[in-house]
C-alpha cells in the first residue's frame, strides 16, 4: 500500500458483499480500496461466523462475476425441495425445483468458505488493494472528490465512497443518513448438526410460534456425515430460550422439532445468536457516496434473503458504474437509488409481513395461514411466483 493513493472507489467494510463489489469493480478495469477494521484471519474462522446462507441462483451470478462460484460451488450444498410446516404439522406446501425446469433452487454454503475464497481472491486481483485490519479515522468530501483517513495516518483518495460496514454503518453515521426500523424481540440460534440420514437437499422450513425454525442442507463432512445447519428463531423474552437450556434438553428439543425421516440428530457446532431487527436508510445516496448491502438495509431472515438483496446492489451499481467517466457522478447515484429502493423495500415488506403472519399463535391467524399455505399448493402460478422468488429471479 502507497501513501495518498487514488482510486476510483473507496469501499469500507469488508463482509462478503464488500469484497464481491470490490472483485466486480476490479474486473471492469476499476481501480478499488476495501477497508476493513476486521482481520480477515478471524473472519475466515466458524468462531467468527458459523452461518450458512442460502445463495439464491441470481447471487450465484454475482459470485461468478467475482470469479469465485467455481472454486467454491462444490462445497454448496443443491437445495432441490423445500418443504413448508406450520408448527411440527405435516408437509403444507412443496416446492420442487423440478417443477420449474431447474436444478435447484439455490445452495447452502458456509460463510466462512465465501470469505475464504474473497479474500484469496482479492488478494490476487490486479487494481485492488483489500486494507485489513484498518480503520478509517475520518472521510472528507469535496465536490471532485472524497479523502479517506486511516488510522495509520495515510490518506486515500476516490471518485466515489461506498459505505458496506454493515447495519451499525459508521459511514451511514458519519453522512447523517438517518434509518427507519425496529426490533423484532426475537433472536436467531444458529448451528450446524449432523444427522443420521441424508437430508435428500431437503429445505425445511416450520413456522412455530416463536419464529420459523428452519433446517438448511450442507454437504456431507470429509468422513460422509450427513449436515444442516439449522436457523433457530425465538422471541427474546422466552424464559426457557434453546440458548440457556442444558445440553441434553437441547437435543431432546432439537429432535422433537426434526422430522422423522433424519434420524436422530445431535449438535456438532458451538451455537450463536443474533439479535433480529429492520433497518432501512432513510436514503442511500450523498455527494459522491453510496451506501450498500446491509448498510442500506438489514432485514429479518425468515426468507434468507439478506445478503441476495446487497449482492443484487452490487450488480447495479457494477453495470452502473463500470463504463463511467466519472464514479461519483450525481445522475448515476440517483439511478442506483431508483432502482435499488424499489426491489429493496418489496423484500422489507415481505420478509416483515411474513414473520408477522408465520410468528404468531392466534388461532384465527394459525387457521388462516394453513388455509393459505394449502391454497398456494393448489395455485401452480402462485407457487410458482414463490419458487421463482426464492431462487432471486423476478416473476
Ligand atoms: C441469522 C441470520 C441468517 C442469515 N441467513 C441469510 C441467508 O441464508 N441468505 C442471505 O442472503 N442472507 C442471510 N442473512 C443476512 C446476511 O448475513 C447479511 O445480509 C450479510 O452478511 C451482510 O453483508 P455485508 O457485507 O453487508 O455486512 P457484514 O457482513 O455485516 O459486514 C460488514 C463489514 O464491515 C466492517 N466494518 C464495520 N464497521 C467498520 C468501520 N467503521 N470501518 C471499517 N470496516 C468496518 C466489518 O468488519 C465487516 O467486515 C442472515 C442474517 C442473519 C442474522
Not at 490476487?124 to 488510522?151: G, M, R, W, Y
Not at 458504474?321 to 429502493?341: I, N, S, V
Request: some cysteine; proline content about 4%.
Amino acid at each position: 500500500m502507497t501513501n495518498n493513493r487514488t482510486y476510483d472507489v473507496i469501499i469500507i467494510g469488508g463482509g462478503m458483499a464488500v469484497l464481491s463489489l470490490a472483485l466486480c469493480l476490479a474486473k471492469e478495469g476499476k481501480s478499488v480500496a476495501c477497508i476493513d477494521r476486521d482481520d480477515p484471519q478471524v473472519q475466515a474462522t466458524a468462531k467468527f461466523d458459523g452461518r450458512t446462507i442460502a445463495v439464491s441462483a441470481g447471487s450465484a451470478e454475482v459470485l461468478k462475476k467475482a470469479g469465485i462460484w467455481e472454486g467454491i460451488k462444490e462445497k454448496a450444498c443443491p437445495i432441490r425441495q423445500i418443504n413448508i410446516t406450520d408448527g411440527g404439522s405435516p408437509t403444507l406446501l412443496e416446492f420442487l425445483s423440478e417443477d420449474i425446469g431447474d436444478e435447484s433452487f439455490g445452495h447452502i454454503i458456509e460463510n466462512r468458505i465465501v470469505r475464504t475464497a474473497l479474500f484469496a481472491a482479492a488478494a490476487k486481483q490486479k487494481n485492488l488493494d483489500h486494507i485489513a485490519p484498518q480503520s478509517v479515522t475520518d472521510f472528507k468530501i469535496s465536490d471532485e472528490t472524497v479523502t479517506v483517513t486511516l488510522a495509520d495516518g495515510k490518506t486515500l483518495c476516490a471518485q466515489l465512497l461506498v459505505g458496506a460496514d454493515g447495519r451499525g454503518s459508521w459511514v451511514r453515521e458519519q453522512a447523517y443518513i438517518r434509518t427507519r426500523g425496529w426490533e423484532y424481540n426475537q433472536h436467531a440460534l444458529i448451528c450446524t448438526v449432523q444427522h443420521e440420514n441424508p437430508h435428500n437437499n431437503i429445505a425445511l422450513e416450520d413456522f412455530r410460534p416463536s419464529g420459523p425454525f428452519a433446517v438448511l442442507p450442507m454437504t456431507d463432512d470429509e468422513n460422509g456425515n450427513h449436515r444442516s445447519s439449522i436457523v433457530w428463531t425465538e422471541h427474546t423474552s422466552k424464559r426457557r430460550s434453546a440458548a440457556r437450556i442444558s445440553e441434553e434438553d437441547f437435543h431432546k428439543k432439537l429432535n422433537d422439532y426434526f422430522p422423522d425421516f433424519y434420524g436422530s440428530v445431535k449438535k456438532i457446532s458451538p451455537l450463536q445468536t443474533y439479535p433480529l431487527g429492520l433497518i432501512h436508510a432513510e436514503k442511500y445516496i450523498s455527494q459522491r457516496l453510496v451506501l450498500i448491502s446491509d448498510a442500506a438495509h438489514g432485514i429479518h431472515p425468515i426468507a434468507g434473503q439478506g445478503l441476495n438483496l446487497g449482492l443484487r446492489d452490487i450488480l447495479k451499481l457494477t453495470e452502473l458504474l463500470k463504463d463511467a467517466e466519472d464514479c461519483g457522478a450525481p445522475a448515476l447515484l440517483e439511478e442506483y437509488q431508483r432502482a435499488r429502493r424499489i426491489d429493496n423495500m418489496a423484500m422489507i415488506f415481505a420478509t416483515d409481513s411474513l414473520n408477522k403472519l408465520f410468528s404468531n399463535d392466534l388461532l384465527p391467524v394459525r387457521m388462516a395461514r394453513r388455509f393459505g399455505l394449502k391454497a398456494v399448493g393448489k395455485l401452480p402460478f402462485a407457487k410458482k411466483f414463490f419458487m421463482k422468488q426464492a431462487m432471486g429471479l423476478r416473476g
